[in-house]
């Protein structure tokens, strides 16, 4: 009898196969061979997110992102979107501070259409009034959803705004109101122009497909494409914080809350991950250390680390966020020293073998979950492209986070989570006649 395959979770490490092709026209592309199922993932990155743009016209990454869907010289609105999913395929795109993503995941015999269908929107997108108009009021409306109407929204655009002085991580992906409703057509055709061309695209394709048939139909759609001369990225370092900064959002709100947000690094540096594995430790699960602290004993009805997850983690030196929501009764700013003091006792003590352990297991767990997916090791490998130059670092993810030792811990804790490199954002809720007062939200 064979014995049965012992697969054993902890020992596992990721082996994503790739092979690159460079194309004439600055067109990177990836293959992830995958033959077990008949589907592929078909993704387009174009590395232009918000960072790219500049005050007055902020928010044009993102309006691009539904100008895509708006239909070209032969194909209507949104008829990109029903031609694919009739065919079985999941179609969506997202915009970040660093880039703008394309996906569809399809069957492996409609690539060349996906591919095809790609190109046509890239090459013959229609900009007129008549697309530009309705999706830039769509963009205004879902800021106003995300932003201004949602509890935390501006809360979490004021912290980025006072922890960013000369980094365009200042301003929010969405973009700021002001600039979408002044933005205008010849905006977005020169912002076309400068960033939407081969010379800005990475294409990964992961699944049943054969590198040297995919690299064939990449270069058969995309290959001609003419892309301009590269200029150089501009590089824009944040100046290290010299003290704490404190502002103050007066909103309509049934609870006290604070954003406090602390730089840390980008998604090149190996800090990130003992820095992933703290966030883990302090706010992962019912089990962590502030929900055991804060939320349970009803000090707060939230107290959470977010810090975006590879691949999603930034490229430049982002922040570390702490969100705390006040639980009724209890003072936001006693809740506040309580907060500090914990963090003080991190610095001091740092964590236990058994924290640390937990958190590996956590953080490895939704890996694995996720790198069974063509989708996910496709976005893995081109954003690790697309922000470090280097893709084979997708492979490294669990290695790096498995050599994470209690003193990484610590000595991260004691880097950044300084009051000096810190920026406090204080939600004072107001009533409505006082908002009103105020003057009309954005």
């Known amino acids: ?30 293959v992830l061979p995958d033959h077990r199922l008949p589907i592929v993932s078909l993704q387009i990155h174009y590395k232009v997110g918000s960072r790219h743009e500049l005050p007055g016209i902020t928010g044009i990454s993102h309006l691009f ?8 010289e032969t194909l209507g609105p949104e008829e990109f979107s029903r031609i694919l999913q009739a065919k079985g395929g999941e179609i969506n795109a997202f915009t970040t501070k660093d880039h703008t993503s394309y996906f569809e995941n399809l069957p492996a015999a409609d690539l060349e259409l996906g591919l095809q269908l790609e190109a046509d929107r890239l090459l013959h997108l229609k900009l007129d009034d008549d697309t530009f108009q309705p999706e830039r009021q769509v963009v205004i409306s879902e800021r106003k959803l995300r932003s201004v109407d949602s509890p935390f929204g501006l809360l979490e655009e004021q912290l980025f705004a006072s922890a960013y002085t000369q980094h365009p991580y200042n301003w929010p992906v969405v973009g700021w109101d002001q600039d979408l409703h002044r933005m205008t057509l010849d905006d977005c055709l020169a912002y076309y122009r400068s960033h939407y061309h081969p010379g800005k695209i990475t294409i990964v394709i992961a699944g049943d497909v054969e590198p040297e048939k995919a690299r064939g139909l990449v270069d058969h759609y995309f290959g001609q494409i003419p892309a301009p001369a590269a200029a150089p990225e501009s590089v824009v370092v944040e100046p290290p914080q010299r003290g704490e900064r404190r502002a103050v959002l007066k909103k309509v709100s049934q609870v006290e809350a604070l954003f406090a947000g602390y730089h840390i690094v980008g998604i090149d540096h190996p800090d990130l991950y003992p820095l992933s594995l703290l966030a883990t430790i302090l706010s992962g699960g019912r089990a962590s250390r502030f929900h055991q602290d804060f939320v349970r004993p009803g000090k707060a009805i939230a107290l959470d680390v977010e810090l975006a997850p590879l691949p999603f983690s930034a490229q430049d030196p982002d922040l570390m966020v702490i969100a705390v929501v006040a639980a009724p009764g209890h003072s936001l700013p006693d809740l506040e020293q309580e907060l500090w003091g914990a963090l003080e006792r991190l610095q001091q003590d740092g964590v236990t073998p058994a924290e640390l352990g937990r958190a590996k297991k956590l953080v490895r767990a939704q890996a694995v979950r996720s790198l069974a997916h063509n989708f996910f090791r496709g976005l893995l490998v081109g954003l690790f492209h ?19 030792t209690a003193a990484d811990i610590l000595r991260v804790a004691r880097t950044y989570l300084k009051e000096d490199n810190r920026t406090v954002v204080v939600l004072k809720p107001v009533t409505p006649e006082e908002s009103e007062a105020l003057g009309t939200l954005q």
């Open 1 to 30: 009898m064979t014995p049965a395959l012992q697969f054993d979770p902890a020992a596992w490490q990721p082996d994503i196969a790739m092979v690159r092709f460079n194309l004439a026209n600055g067109l990177t592309l990836f």
């Open 386 to 404: 697309l922000k470090t130059g280097d893709a084979t670092l997708a492979n490294r993810i669990l290695s790096s986070v498995d050599a994470v």
């Open 65 to 72: 992102e539904h100008l895509m869907f708006r239909g070209t």
